[in-house]
């Protein structure tokens, strides 16, 4: 039987003081499919808990447990687990941008993982699900929100700790593009930069760092990319057999690249799997909320990027979609 759940919302100075204050050893999850914010987030609070001379365990249940285009940021002895710690009960799990309970743990539910669940999120739709919440969408990033978060807990922060908020800054507002990037993101992210982090070698990680399996699979999504809506909505579809006549798994970027063609409102990129299909969602603007149309299939994200997966067809899937954007965009 899952533990009974009295769920309250905390602020920063809270959070703050419960890290500082932290009397349990500890877990730190993110969602599935994780981003730069997602494990930067993740490796930033772990480095700050193990210097604290925590028991920490770094886990989410989905492989891989790091994309291989993140795990430059892993140092010797780091890893993330996919099996819970034995004592999973007896630790406090902090959930890291993770917007919903089913992207945390699709087999359980987040009261059945660990004996308190803090849930760290800047998702507008968050659903609260921890037994203590800190969901603050003013924020451009989980990692931008963690800065506050330490400057409550009284942490310093170190190269260690700022070279993964960097990054998830950075990756979360599209280097410094998106309309999440404010002027507290910038000044947060100068403070960051003020340790001494190399963040030319960031950038050249992150972005200049492309396998050419990864260029061949780009090349069959585009050539096979549609525009609907009147060029207001790209879409391309890829199957299990463009991944492996590519020889790879990465498509990192190329519903971006859709998103970025002149007139889009929306990028999508959409993957048949198993069961259905699984879609990334980019919008250009504010004229529509991909967040909003993720979330009718069960699954979430951004106003400006999301992602979702569906029991459709592709067909079907992208019809829907069509209807989704242009329900908002007439609307």
């Not at 917007?99 to 059945?112: K, V």
């Not at 463009?242 to 990465?250: E, I, K, L, R, Y």
Request: net charge negative.
């Amino acid at each position: 039987m899952s533990r009974q759940v009295d769920a309250a919302d905390l602020d920063i100075a809270a959070v703050g003081a419960l890290i500082r204050d932290l009397e349990t050893p500890a877990i730190v999850a993110t969602h599935q499919n994780p981003d730069g914010d997602a494990i930067g987030s993740m490796l930033a609070l772990t480095r700050v808990l193990r210097a604290a001379g925590h028991d920490v365990v770094m886990w989410h249940p989905h492989d891989p447990t790091v994309p291989r285009d993140l795990t430059f940021m892993l140092r010797d002895g780091e890893a993330v687990v996919s099996d819970l710690p034995p004592d999973a009960a007896m630790r406090t799990l902090f959930a890291l941008d993770c917007a919903t309970a089913g992207r945390l743990s699709p087999a359980a539910e987040p009261a059945d993982l660990a004996g308190r669940v803090v849930n760290i999120d800047h998702h507008h739709d968050n659903g609260r699900y921890g037994d203590v919440n800190l969901i603050d969408a003013a924020m451009s990033s989980t990692a931008e929100l963690l800065v506050a978060i330490m400057d409550a807990a009284g942490v310093e922060l170190t190269a260690d700790v700022a070279e993964p908020l960097h990054v998830g800054i950075v990756t979360d507002t599209g280097r410094m593009s998106y309309s999440n990037t404010t002027a507290a993101t910038l000044r947060a992210d100068a403070r960051l930069v003020a340790t001494g982090i190399d963040v030319a070698a960031i950038a050249r990680a992150l972005y200049e760092n492309v396998d050419f399996a990864s260029l061949r699979l780009t090349g069959i999504a585009l050539g096979r990319a549609s525009a609907l809506l009147d060029g207001r909505l790209v879409v391309s579809t890829l199957t299990d057999e463009d991944f492996s006549a590519a020889g790879t798994s990465d498509a990192d970027g190329i519903a971006e690249m859709l998103r970025g063609v002149r007139g889009a409102e929306v990028g999508a990129l959409v993957r048949t799997v198993s069961d259905g299909v699984r879609a990334s969602l980019r919008a250009a603007g504010d004229a529509v909320d991909v967040s909003k149309i993720a979330r009718l299939e069960g699954g979430g994200g951004h106003r400006a990027a999301a992602g979702v997966s569906s029991a459709k067809t592709p067909d079907q899937f992208v019809a829907w979609l069509a209807d989704q954007v242009a329900a908002q965009l007439d609307g």
